[in-house]
């Protein structure tokens, strides 16, 4: 869908147009007064906040961290609730006095069903 609505509103001459006249603010809003351009704009905003919103509740739950406040701020303000949830993991570490897991740099856990094929071959 994303692609389809990028190629869509990329092909139409006067949307490109819009965007390519200049790197002003102006122009920025100029392309966005576009149907197609907002539905572009919205299915990436969305597909971002589901991925990052993703890596902060998985984050949260290895490290035990609070995080509703963070997912909201996530779901409606983007970058504010990484923001957001980097610093309440920063507090939570330094409270407990320990340094935190980093879920992007440790392995992720095993799937039960190949951790039980695995087990078999061995």
Not at 78 to 96: D, E, F, Q, Y
Request: net charge negative.
């Amino acid at each position: 869908v994303y692609l389809y609505l990028t190629w869509w509103s990329l092909s139409d001459p006067d949307i490109f147009e819009a965007f390519s006249s200049s790197t002003d603010l102006a122009a920025l809003a100029k392309g966005f007064s576009y149907e197609w351009t907002v539905a572009v704009g919205w299915a990436h905003f969305i597909a971002m906040d589901l991925f990052v919103g993703r890596w902060i509740y998985l984050d949260s739950k290895a490290n035990n961290v609070f995080s509703a406040h963070s997912l909201v701020l996530c779901l409606f303000f983007g970058p504010t609730g990484v923001l957001s949830h980097v610093t309440t993991r920063a507090i939570t570490g330094m409270v407990r006095g320990e340094k935190l897991t980093d879920i992007m740099e440790s392995p992720p856990p095993p799937i039960p069903a190949a951790a039980a094929a695995a087990d078999k071959e061995a």
